[in-house]
């Protein structure tokens, strides 16, 4: 999957070869960091890839889906404030706002006064939107896995050690 051989016979990436091309150019530099960041930041690209389709056959996006997973995570009755979603989807509130909109005209969600806070607001989930995200997450979860299957159940367990280490650092 996107591997060639080098000259020397060995497997190599598009990261690899760039690492050999800034040696070759600036020896003087210690080019190890974009050995994990560029593969991370490639690998990211490539699983987006993999996983929007999934989304799209369900007539979402990935931030639809997003939305509507934290709706459904949060439990009966699936429902948070625009500002918690942002929060979960890590997405601005200016950002929500239209997507919400295109939910809420899909009939996916519905938007309320808050109770007690006339100024406040609530999204919650319809049926319809509760129904197409159980299946939407259904299909997600068995993709996940597809993907995952590449990696040995030790690989997987040892990059989810190694992931979560490092993602407690910015958001820990």
Do not use: C
């Not at 056959?57 to 639809?64: A, K, N, P, T, V």
């Not at 949060?74 to 939910?103: F, I």
């Not at 609530?122 to 197409?132: N, P, Y």
């Amino acid at each position: 999957m996107g591997q060639q051989q080098s000259g020397e016979g060995t497997a190599t990436d598009r990261v690899a070869h760039i690492q050999e091309q800034w040696r070759r150019e600036r020896p003087d530099l210690d080019t190890s960091p974009v050995g994990v960041i560029g593969r991370l930041h490639r690998l990211a690209a490539h699983l987006t890839g993999e996983l929007v389709p999934v989304y799209r056959r369900f007539g979402l996006g990935e931030g639809d889906f997003d939305v509507l997973a934290s709706l459904r995570r949060a439990g009966q009755p699936y429902e948070l404030a625009p500002g918690d979603l942002a929060r979960h989807t890590m997405v601005t509130t200016g950002g929500m706002t239209k997507r919400l909109d295109r939910l809420e005209e899909a009939g996916l969600v519905t938007r309320r006064a808050a109770t007690g806070d006339r100024r406040g607001r609530v999204v919650a989930l319809t049926e319809r939107g509760r129904a197409l995200v159980d299946d939407a997450i259904a299909a997600h979860l068995a993709n996940e896995r597809r993907i995952l299957e590449a990696l040995s159940p030790a690989d997987r367990d040892d990059l989810e050690r190694i992931l979560t280490a490092w993602l407690a650092r910015y958001e820990g």
